[in-house]
């Protein structure tokens, strides 16, 4: 027995060995790319410095933390990416789940409405942001004239002049562009549900409706779940979208954009730190939560 | 009853069809028209006149050539790195028993959380010292950030959905795990590696915070960043023709790629959420 063991062990370590070897490229470039720069921003959050190389660093402890705490532009991000990612995450769920629904169904050219589906999620955020900037031009945009031509709007809006108006519009993109990623992940979802559950269903004579609050939503919970978390993660870091259609307008300066503004256009990369250290600890508490709220979920 | 579901379904079908659709329609339009014709109205749904000349003039404008020349070799490159480094990794993780695995495999998914602005000092800097600021190779390692994780999760999660016998049969063969890896599990792997590549080149063609603040010149500015950067002759006056045909020349290989490969891609962005 003795030398079989011997040779399973050598095996085992000889795994161990090749598999950290196999895994060094990856650990070593994450650690380059990720770790280091994540330390560094951490680090110059606690200094004073311009954005001039070689860098000259002046420590001045919690100072720049305590500026970002008082300044009022920043709390208006905040807000803004949280009304930002609250609408555009509830409105692309709904329409999401709209279209996953009926996409379900069947009916002739449904291959063509699924490939339709990728063409928003495929076009590059900055594209969509011009385009819908361009469709949302007061005098010469296709969208007032649609509204207007449907007579749902009796005067040409300025949508991407007007306070509220602007975070609308962005939101409105916003929800063009991920809406249709939602309904694939959905669609997969509704896929995954066992039809003899909707048959048991229909011969007990449930009503569309009742098939739909009882079965349907039920079992796609998870998967719902999952696409909200994973949305929502992306809408709180958002940047194309805003920037591209409003740029850095009080209106609509989203969390990402501050950061930004203040380290390059302000060339202050010491507060610039801290404003990305601390968009980077908001984001690691709601990751925390949501991940706790998936295992009591899974569970 | 019967009937009438079917007109509201078809009706509901249509009107999805024009949502989803109509935007980029009306990007090709407008990449049609002449100035003149765009700041008109009432606003024609049809160009009167196509003026192909629109898509020569963007490229004679600026260097869009080379814009898109830069586009498509750092999307390129971190595709293949990507890949290559990956699959490594998705093996590893995927198959062989040994301490510290699960710790790897959920620091690299943990990473994948990470907010792009959170790294952009830290990463300017870090360009800046090994000489990679305004530099495609630069954008490339940037990029690593999430194209690396990505690849690394998608692949391991495709390794353990492949059998084990063929592997058995070529370790009881005497193969070493490298030979095992090119000669048994990479070619299985191959439709895991064409999902993630695809959508790896898909987010870095795309991207646009890191190549907006890495890059400063036309030496290595990627189209992302162009067309958010289009200005005219006043910046009221937008030349709207240029940005509308610019947007639909990078648009149209993701169409393609979208067409050709719409299973695998579906497939790549399902994955996640409904194994959990």
């Known amino acids: ?299 | 009853m019967n009937l009438l579901y079917r007109a509201l379904l078809y009706a509901g079908v249509g009107l999805i069809l024009v949502y989803l659709l109509f935007p980029f329609y009306w990007a090709i339009i407008s990449s049609l028209k002449t100035p003149t014709e765009l700041f008109k109205t009432p606003i024609d749904y049809y160009p009167p006149n196509f003026r192909w000349q629109n898509y020569v003039e963007v490229f004679q404008a600026q260097p869009f050539g080379r814009y898109l020349l830069n586009s498509a070799v750092v999307a390129g490159t971190t595709t293949l790195l990507s890949l290559l480094i990956g699959s490594f990794a998705a093996y590893a993780l995927g198959r062989f028993q040994f301490r510290g695995r699960s710790v790897v495999y959920y620091a690299t998914l943990a990473v994948t959380m990470f907010p792009q602005i959170s790294l952009l000092s830290g990463m300017f800097i870090l360009l800046r010292t090994l000489g990679l600021y305004n530099n495609l190779l630069g954008l490339v390692l940037a990029y690593m950030v999430f194209s690396l994780p990505f690849t690394v999760w998608l692949l391991t999660s495709f390794v353990r959905d492949i059998p084990w016998e063929l592997e058995e049969a070529a370790y009881v063969d005497g193969a070493s795990p490298t030979q095992t890896l090119f000669r048994v599990m990479l070619p299985l792997m191959a439709p895991g590696m064409v999902t993630a590549g695809l959508l790896t080149f898909i987010h870095a063609w795309n991207e646009f915070l890191f190549a907006l603040t890495f890059t400063i010149d036309d030496k290595a500015r990627t189209v992302p960043v162009a067309i958010a950067t289009f200005s005219g002759v006043s910046s009221f006056e937008l030349p709207w023709h240029l940005i509308m045909a610019a947007s639909v020349i990078v648009t149209i290989p993701l169409l393609v790629l979208v067409l050709i490969f719409q299973q695998r891609i579906v497939a790549g962005l399902t994955a996640g959420a409904v194994k959990g």
Do not use: C
Not at chain 1, 162 to 187: N, Q, R, S, Y
Not at chain 1, 195 to 223: C, H, M, N, S
Not at chain 1, 262 to 275: H, K, N, T
């Open chain 1, 1 to 299: 027995m003795r030398p079989t063991i011997a040779k399973h062990n050598s095996l085992a370590a000889r795994k161990a060995r090749t598999g950290w070897l196999y895994l060094m490229p990856t650990i070593l470039i994450l650690l380059l790319v990720t770790v280091y720069p994540l330390g560094r921003t951490i680090y110059l959050s606690f200094f004073e410095a311009g954005l001039r190389f070689p860098l000259k660093l002046e420590f001045v402890g919690l100072m720049n933390y305590i500026n970002l705490f008082s300044d009022p532009v920043w709390w208006r991000s905040v807000l803004n990416t949280v009304i930002f990612t609250a609408t555009s995450v509830a409105l692309e769920t709904v329409l999401g789940l709209i279209i996953a629904l009926l996409v379900h169904t069947n009916f002739r050219g449904r291959g063509l409405v699924r490939t339709a589906m990728l063409v928003p999620w495929a076009i590059p955020g900055v594209v969509a942001a011009q385009l819908w900037r361009w469709m949302l031009n007061d005098v010469y945009g296709v969208i007032n004239d649609l509204l207007m031509k449907l007579q749902l709007i009796s005067r040409p809006y300025a949508w991407l002049a007007e306070g509220m108006l602007i975070m609308v519009a962005v939101v409105l993109a916003d929800v063009w562009k991920t809406a249709p990623f939602m309904a694939l992940i959905l669609l997969a979802g509704l896929q995954a549900i066992p039809k003899e559950l909707y048959e048991a269903a229909r011969v007990d004579g449930a009503t569309p409706a009742q098939q739909f609050w009882r079965i349907t939503l039920p079992l796609l919970r998870p998967v719902l779940l999952v696409a909200l978390i994973f949305r929502t993660l992306d809408a709180l870091r958002v940047f194309d979208m805003i920037y591209v259609m409003a740029g850095t307008q009080i209106a609509t300066i989203s969390m990402s954009i501050y950061g930004r503004q203040q380290l390059l256009e302000f060339a202050d990369i010491g507060y610039g730190s801290a404003v990305s250290t601390a968009i980077f600890l908001i984001i690691a508490i709601y990751t925390a939560v949501y991940i706790a709220t998936l295992k009591v979920e899974v569970r």
